[in-house]
């Protein structure tokens, strides 16, 4: 039983490394076809950015990979595999229940992150890339790493989710982990002026963070950041 516990999660961890690697490694191309040069002088930067995010992928693979033996082999969770095992509606909401719910975690050990003494011990990894790169969305100390790879593990145990839709909150935290840190903004000026957008992160608002630090703590919705007074608005800086 352990071992097949370890298996599982050691093949998670090379996923979750890899998945950084694909998707990283998409948009750092995408970066170098659209603004050439921003790079090019960022290569140790780069190759600690990728070693950070390495470690981080281990730290976030291990609980991954052991709920998710306890899952297929014990029925651990409250994950589902079929769409009518509850109302439909269910889909929509759970997808926004754990992304409000992730952004939310997010936010307060973002805020706590940002202490002194716990900036200087961990978090200082993540804002020594100056300015960051499409490879500095898991460039953590594993400290911070913990905070973040708990969060997906024990909601699976509290909110019910179809697999689908886990792998579209995984998706969608990737991604936007990613396109948030890759020094450009690729969405157009007329979204991030309208009124969805002014509820949306993108690399626009928190490069702002990078930028000032003390501000624009989100990861998904500004929210938490106009609720607390801590939103900032957008950097001009890569806006398109």
């Known amino acids: 039983m352990i071992v097949a516990a370890l298996l599982s999660a050691l093949a998670m961890i090379a996923i979750v490394a890899l998945r950084y690697l694909a998707t990283s490694g998409l948009f750092a191309w ?3 076809r659209r603004r050439p ?4 002088s960022l290569g140790p930067q780069i190759r600690r ?5 390495l470690l981080s992928a281990a730290i976030y693979g291990l609980p991954a990979g052991i709920v998710a033996w306890g899952w297929h082999e014990h029925g651990w969770t409250l994950i589902y595999t079929d769409p009518l095992d509850y109302p439909l509606w269910v889909l929509p909401l759970s997808l926004f229940a754990y992304l409000f719910a992730h ?3 997010f936010y307060w050990t973002h805020r706590w992150m940002h202490r002194p003494r716990l900036f200087r011990l961990a978090h200082a990894v993540h804002h020594a890339s100056r300015p960051p790169t499409a490879w500095a969305a898991m460039s953590f100390h594993p400290i911070e790493a913990i ?3 708990v969060v997906i593990p024990v909601l699976v145990f509290l909110v019910p989710i179809h697999v689908a839709v886990l792998g579209l909150v995984l998706a969608i935290m990737t991604v936007m982990g990613v396109t948030n840190h890759m020094g450009w903004e690729m969405f157009p000026r007329a ?5 969805a957008g002014g509820w949306l992160i993108t690399a626009s608002h928190h490069q702002r963070h990078h930028e000032h630090y003390g501000c624009n703590y989100g990861l998904y919705f500004r929210f938490w950041d106009r609720l607390c007074g801590t939103d900032r608005g957008l950097s001009d800086r890569f806006a398109r």
């Open 49 to 53: 950015e990728i070693g950070w995010s």
């Open 191 to 195: 979204l991030l002026r309208s009124r």
């Open 30 to 32: 995408a970066t170098m």
């Open 147 to 149: 905070t973040g790879a």
């Open 103 to 105: 952004d939310t975690w």
């Open 37 to 40: 040069g921003l790079y090019a």
